[in-house]
């Protein structure tokens, strides 16, 4: 039996694990809930890492560096925004493109940061909570963008079922016709969700060049961009799917990574491939039931749209 | 200046073209990661510019910087041969079979492949004995540890790997035979994220000195971040741990790299097979940290002393497998042969090694 304390260490890095994840995921939710299919998410996250990182380096503020990670990623994003939405560009190709456009520059951009060292965000220390046995570590033992996840995670839910404007988005993401024929702007919203999900990418990158691994690397997201966008189909574009989802690939991988460490005889390759057998597994058993992805896909998804169509 | 993947081919041609005189000795270099401020690629970029110090303006150096092996790295190397470079150092195992293809090509131009095993006439192969360096690593940090638990987090399970993780154990347990060590294979040569959740699992497991096969800093971050301690590789990376790093087991490619160039201007070169450590000076180890004890330096000047001198081997028995077997009787040495084929853990290291099944 593993001890108490290697769960809570566990539990823990399952948490740090999802948590890049869980932002860049949301965004890209928001962005395929619109209609909307952006593959740049990757680029998107290297953007926000390397601006986040330059941000702490520049001014000494973790707070600045976060916010310099969400202003790139949007302003990165508005590029495939422009793209795609007003000059009908196809969003499959603009999304890859965006991709290794933002792996190109961050590494540009990151040249003269490598091997700057920057205090990281730490994990909360609350005397007397923290301390509490077992459930302190758990619940105030996060740094502070664990709790923000959180907070974006319930304000997207909400957003999405509990408000009009995500009805509007919704409905523009399922029938842009009809939206247009009610009167809204079916390009004005998509901009709106395209520009959040980039503003979640970027700091869902700043996570890793400022919390997870305190430091600027080239291409130090070493694929979770396309993890996150796998994220938003496995969760059948569910808010709270997403972020179970997101902390399931990331359990997986640090249960791998323990179950070598503690001497279990399991093939490391096998380890490696475990989170991504569950998504396919996971998802397999969701499409069982085909109606109900339909009923939760945006219907008019990557489908470009032009007012005067 | 440096360019993107992408821009590289054209880009590269274009720098060439102009500034070069004809009597000048054109070197071209092709390097698989960008090169950083530490790791693989970093080091022989040291040897790059080691060479442009020293013959100054008789040779002119071009290198290309992350190139995918395969059909890629292939397109670099003709395109750096085509352009005139008369020496070429392919610096990644995975450019062999492009290497050998175009050395075919261009049989005037001399090749120098890292790592590899397939010559040529116009085609060296060069390695560096690292084992020998993460001996005396190991020797640190088997006198570092208090918990006798020592974590590594590796990549993939070859034998350059595997080799690496064996004479570090036996190097740790040759000054304290207690110590135990623990393996957490990344499957990733890169990957800052796991490697740093791998460092903090051996961690979180009693492990209080790290050791790394894998290429980002994020071990030795981890180690610094919960106050234990790490060894570095490729490079010195205590600048992400000044008070965890131990020292680092580095490569060393100027001297190697210096006296190929001297034999290409005398005409001297010739199709080789290197496999240099600490005597030729290809491998050496980096500063120590402040936790290093002056035992311990003692103990590593004399390893090093008798390694040179060829007193001492890592691979020398009497050595055990992970079962116990007697694997190299007392009185002999492992061949190189042998060396470069390990696919077993020896004693004192916890856990399979994953099969290659």
Known sequence: MP??????????????????????????????????????????????????FAGVVVTGSIAV??????????????????????????????????????IGLSAFVGLSYIGTPIKGLQPIDIPGLTDIPVIGPLIFGHDLLVYASLLVFAAVAWFLYKTRGGLILRAVGESHEAAHALGYSVIGIRYLAVMFGGAMSGLGGAYLSLAYTPQWAENMTAGRGWIA???????????????????????ITIMGLHLQASGFEISSHLIATLPYLATILVLVLISRDATKIRLNAPASLGKPFHPSD | ????????????????????????????????????????TYQ?????????????????????????????????????????????????????????????QFPKTHFEHATGYKRAKNVSTYLARFYEGRYLTGIVA??????????????????????????????????????????????????????????????????????????????????????????????????????????????????????????????????????????????????????????????????IDEIKAGKLHPFQGPLKNQAGEKVVAAGKTMSDDELLKMGYYVEGIIGELPKKN
């Not at chain 1, 966008?229 to 997403?242: E, I, K, M, Q, S």
């Open chain 1, 229 to 251: 966008l796998a994220l938003v189909v496995f969760a059948t574009w569910r808010p709270a799917r997403v972020v179970l989802g997101a902390w399931l690939f990331g359990g």
């Open chain 2, 44 to 104: 022989h970029d040291l040897a790059r510019k080691a060479l442009e110090a020293k013959y100054g303006s008789k040779i002119k150096t071009t290198f290309v910087e992350s190139v995918a092996e395969g059909a890629d790295a292939e397109r670099v190397i003709r395109k750096l041969a085509q352009d005139g470079n008369q020496l070429i150092f392919t610096t990644s195992f995975g450019y062999m079979n492009p290497t050998v293809k175009v050395a075919k």
């Open chain 1, 3 to 52: 001890e108490l304390e290697t769960i809570i260490a566990i539990a823990l890095a399952t948490v740090r694990a999802g948590t890049p994840l869980v932002f860049a995921a949301l965004g890209e939710l928001i962005t395929e809930k619109s209609g909307v299919l952006n593959l740049g998410v990757e680029g998107m996250m290297l953007i926000g890492a390397v601006a986040g």
């Open chain 2, 142 to 303: 088997g006198k570092a540890t208090k918990s006798n638990k020592i974590g590594y987090v590796a990549a993939f399970p070859i034998p350059e790997v595997v080799r690496g993780i064996n004479a570090f154990t036996i190097g740790a347990r040759s000054v304290n035979p207690n110590v135990e060590v623990n393996v957490v294979w990344t499957s990733s040569w890169y990957d800052p994220g796991k490697e740093r959740e791998a460092a903090e699992t051996l961690m979180s497991q009693g492990a209080d000195v790290l050791a790394q096969h894998t290429d980002s800093t994020a071990v030795v971050q981890a180690a610094e971040d919960k106050g234990k301690f790490a060894v570095g590789y490729h490079s010195d990376m205590s600048k992400y741990g000044p008070k965890a790093h131990l020292t680092a087991s580095t490569h060393i490619w100027t001297p190697y790299y210096m006296s190929v160039v001297d034999a290409q201007m005398n005409g001297k070169w010739q199709s080789s097979n290197t496999w240099g450590g600490l005597k030729e000076g290809m491998v050496a180890l980096s500063d120590f940290g402040p936790a290093v004890t002056e035992e311990t330096k003692a103990l590593v000047q004399k390893a």
């Open chain 1, 65 to 102: 560096g976060l916010i310099a990670a969400m202003l790139a990623g949007l302003l990165i994003s508005l590029i495939f925004g422009v793209l795609t939405l007003t000059l009908q560009s196809n969003q499959v190709a603009t999304g890859l493109a965006l991709t290794i456009f933002g």
């Open chain 2, 1 to 40: 200046m440096n360019f993107r993947k992408t821009l590289m081919a054209a880009a590269a041609a274009t720098l060439i073209a102009g500034a070069v005189q004809a009597e000048d000795l054109k070197i071209g270099f092709v390097y698989v990661s960008p090169i950083g401020d530490a790791g693989w």
